[in-house]
């Protein structure tokens, strides 16, 4: 469980075989039972992206301080991942998702899935090219040439071809060297480099005493929106009202995360993530760094979960790079929660 494998799906489809990403261990099943709220709007099922630590500790706040059930839900069931988001949520399995631009894009893309991002969590995205400061040192896309990089086969292996074709590297002067979720083959040496998260690999390798590099997708050519609110066009049209509390509810969460980061690593850890065995110290660490990921001068300008109308066209030109032909009004639809900032102006106020 201390490393982690984050796929960007993008080589997904929605039959359910092709979108799951290998098993890497996940909490069971959880439901809060409801308290103080009005039911009206039943039961949430949300399906989260990864296991249940503190990347999700806005949700567990938005469980923990009663914001599902002030919304209207009866009980809200956050199942973990890694899995089949994207047709969980088409098949409506789940009410609601979380997943990235370029996986969601990929499948409504392919497979015409009735699909729609909502709002988002990361207003960039996490993945990074790790590598070691006594190493590789990999801090510039220039710095690839002639190293060897450890990329998961499937949708990490689109976004990395992007990355380089964005920063007209050839591909030939990189030694692309499969490897499985365990960036074991950086610390011993195996590759110079190693497609990861900047929230987690990267965190637990330096917990290890090692002093690493970083190259960020978002800032090297490659932004798009991740931990992205995934709903069906149905629920949109149909529904508007649920996806109208469940944003609420999320937003009061994180706006309480932020807030308190401290006590979003221990829900992570002594509650929502007990049974993972997480590491109080590395969660924290994790909580206090993806803050910099959600909060941006956009957000700060906006609120959460917003899109600004350049990060979207941000996101197409990093869709097209990976060889996604999709619209943006096929992928993004922000118009349910740009209402609910216009109704609930105090929804947009970020912690002091």
Known sequence: MTFRFRAVRAG????????????????????????????????????????????????????????????????????????????????????????????????????????????????????????????????????LVGKRIGVQAGGNETLFDALLEVNGIDPASVEKVPVEYDPAPLIDGEVDGFLAYLTNESITVQSQGLAVTNLPFADNGLPFVAESVITTERMIAEEPERVQAFLEAEIRGWQDALADPAEGARLAVEEYGADLQLDMAKELEQSEVQAGLIVTPDVEANGLFTISDELIEQNMTTLAAAGIDIRAEDLFDLSLLEQLLEEKPELTELPS
């Open 12 to 143: 997904a489809l929605l039959t359910a075989a092709a979108l799951l990403t290998t098993a890497c261990g996940s909490g069971d099943d959880e439901s809060a039972a409801a308290s103080g709220g009005d039911a009206g709007l039943g039961d949430l099922t949300l399906q989260l992206s990864w296991i249940k630590n503190a990347e999700f500790a806005g949700e567990f706040f938005a469980d923990t301080n009663g914001h599902y059930t002030d919304a209207g839900f009866a009980s809200v069931t956050m199942d973990p991942g890694p899995g089949a988001i994207e047709t969980l949520v088409a098949t409506e399995d789940a009410d609601f998702g979380l997943s990235n631009a370029v996986s969601t894009a990929q499948v409504i893309a392919e497979e015409d899935a009735p699909l729609r991002i909502v709002g988002t969590k990361f207003q960039k995205n996490p993945f990074t090219i790790l590598s070691l400061a006594d190493g590789g040192d990999i801090a510039t896309p220039q710095d």
